[in-house]
């Protein structure tokens, strides 16, 4: 049975996911920071699979260091999902706004707990043949106003990602930029503003899926390039 480790799966796109791959029976270890809605994912993908849930936040060195146990105990690892994330301050402001320590901060989730994740698996990821999904955004390569903090802790863990795929050419290194979806995280950005126009996250799971499958060469992607067109017109 596939493993795969799927941080911030309590909801949005990682929950999203999870269920998917739950559904094609591969066995989770999934995290969150709240353990109401982490063990209540749990629990209904038990219905599927296997399932390690370990509250947490994927900042804390002993709570990744409890995700590689995992892991290990679970025998194996073919696919870790980057996807647990921060906005930095909200109300989003402009840069110049933000203080040094709030950007360490987006930095320390969005790209130093990534990296340490995936250097503390990939010795097991390697014996599978095993992908690292890192969740980016259209925010790491474009200059929009307000995000500034959270764009360049998404191009460092695009730099990262792609340096390991130099690094590695026979690993699997990717970073995907999802596009919007509509999740707490995108109303947190957008507060007030009516977000239904965007799509739920599970419509991009399919796409998610796709590259999975198709182990394109490593590189930076949008997810959108792997939807069929069937996907894309649903
Ligand atoms: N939504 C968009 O429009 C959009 C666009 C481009 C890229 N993205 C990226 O897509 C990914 C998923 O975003 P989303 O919109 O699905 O987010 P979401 O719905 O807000 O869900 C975030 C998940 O991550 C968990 N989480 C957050 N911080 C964590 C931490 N420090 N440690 C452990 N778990 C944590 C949350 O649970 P707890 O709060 O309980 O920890 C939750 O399960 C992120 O990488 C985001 O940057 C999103």
């Known amino acids: 049975m596939p493993v795969a480790l799927?941080?911030?799966?309590?909801?949005?796109?990682?929950?999203?996911?999870?269920?998917?791959?739950?559904?094609?029976?591969?066995?989770?270890v999934i995290d969150a920071r709240r353990a109401p809605q982490l063990l209540a994912v749990?629990?209904?993908?038990?219905r599927h699979t296997d399932v390690r849930a370990i509250v947490g936040d994927v900042t804390d060195i002993e709570h990744r260091a409890a995700l590689a146990r995992a892991v290990d105990e679970a025998g194996r690892l073919d696919l870790l999902v980057n996807n647990?994330?921060?906005?930095?301050?909200?109300?989003?402001?402009?840069?110049?706004?933000?203080?040094v320590f709030e950007l360490a901060e987006v930095f320390r989730t969005n790209a130093g707990a990534p990296f340490d994740?995936?250097?503390?698996?990939?010795?097991?990821?390697?014996?599978?043949?095993?992908?690292?999904?890192?969740?980016?955004?259209d925010a790491a390569i474009e200059h929009y106003e307000r995000w500034g903090a959270y764009g360049a802790g998404k191009a460092a863990l695009?730099?990262?990602?792609?340096?390991?795929?130099?690094?590695?050419?026979?690993?699997?290194f990717y970073a995907i930029d999802p596009g919007d979806m509509r999740t707490a995280m995108h109303q947190a950005a957008?507060?007030?503003?009516?977000?239904?126009?965007?799509?739920l996250p599970e419509t991009v799971v399919p796409a998610l899926l796709n590259l999975?499958?198709?182990?394109?060469?490593?590189?930076?992607?949008?997810?959108?390039?792997?939807?069929?067109?069937a996907e894309v017109a649903s």
Do not use: C, Q
Request: proline share 6%.
């Open 84 to 99: 647990a994330s921060t906005l930095g301050p909200t109300p989003l402001r402009p840069l110049a706004e933000v203080d």
């Open 158 to 172: 695009d730099h990262l990602t792609l340096t390991l795929a130099a690094e590695n050419p026979s690993g699997h």
């Open 117 to 137: 994740l995936i250097t503390r698996v990939l010795p097991m990821l390697r014996r599978s043949d095993g992908a690292v999904v890192n969740v980016s955004s």
């Open 212 to 229: 999975i499958d198709a182990r394109p060469v490593s590189g930076r992607y949008r997810a959108a390039e792997f939807a069929t067109s």
């Open 42 to 46: 749990a629990d209904e993908l038990r």
């Open 190 to 199: 957008y507060v007030g503003e009516d977000i239904s126009d965007r799509p």
């Open 6 to 28: 799927i941080t911030g799966a309590s909801e949005g796109l990682g929950k999203a996911l999870a269920t998917a791959l739950a559904e094609r029976h591969w066995a989770l």
